[in-house]
């Protein structure tokens, strides 16, 4: 089993934002599921993240593109803190698994990382 990021830095990922403010009330909020509501199956993890952010970005920001990558690259300028560096991990996570012949499942590290990047997301594009 192959590892998505081996070394990579998370830094800009970890989770020390400070959330301030209130909802903007345009586009709806999109609530990170409960530790328990994660399916298990790591294809299903990585689609059901992607598809739930790729929405977001369409409908309040008015990404345009296909998949994820294309979406966040439209819209890169007006996301908020380091949203455009944490969904390209997300992106990265999802293509490493997807595309790469020796990845056939994510690690445990790899795993818990793309449901933090999510997490911090939705969080910080919730209240900005």
């Given at each position: 089993?192959?590892?998505?990021?081996?070394?990579?830095?998370?830094?800009?990922?970890?989770?020390?934002?400070?959330?301030?403010?209130?909802?903007?009330?345009?586009g709806?909020?999109?609530?990170?599921?409960?530790?328990?509501?994660?399916?298990?199956?790591?294809?299903?993890?990585?689609?059901?993240?992607?598809?739930?952010?790729?929405?977001?970005?369409?409908?309040?920001?008015?990404?345009?593109?296909?998949?994820?990558?294309?979406?966040?690259?439209?819209?890169?300028?007006?996301?908020?803190?380091?949203?455009?560096?944490?969904i390209?991990?997300?992106?990265?996570?999802r293509?490493?698994?997807?595309?790469?012949?020796?990845?056939?499942a994510?690690?445990?590290?790899?795993?818990?990382?793309?449901?933090?990047?999510?997490?911090?997301?939705?969080?910080l594009?919730?209240?900005?």
């Amino acid at each position: 089993m192959g590892n998505c990021f081996g070394s990579h830095d998370y830094s800009h990922s970890a989770n020390n934002y400070r959330f301030t403010g209130q909802p903007s009330g345009y586009g709806r909020a999109v609530a990170p599921p409960a530790q328990n509501q994660y399916p298990s199956n790591d294809y299903e993890l990585v689609i059901r993240i992607s598809r739930k952010l790729e929405v977001l970005l369409k409908t309040r920001y008015g990404a345009e593109g296909e998949g994820l990558g294309q979406l966040r690259r439209s819209v890169q300028d007006q996301l908020p803190g380091n949203v455009n560096g944490m969904i390209k991990d997300i992106v990265r996570i999802r293509n490493c698994l997807c595309h790469e012949e020796n990845v056939q499942a994510l690690t445990p590290q790899d795993r818990n990382k793309i449901k933090q990047l999510s997490n911090n997301i939705l969080q910080l594009l919730n209240n900005s």
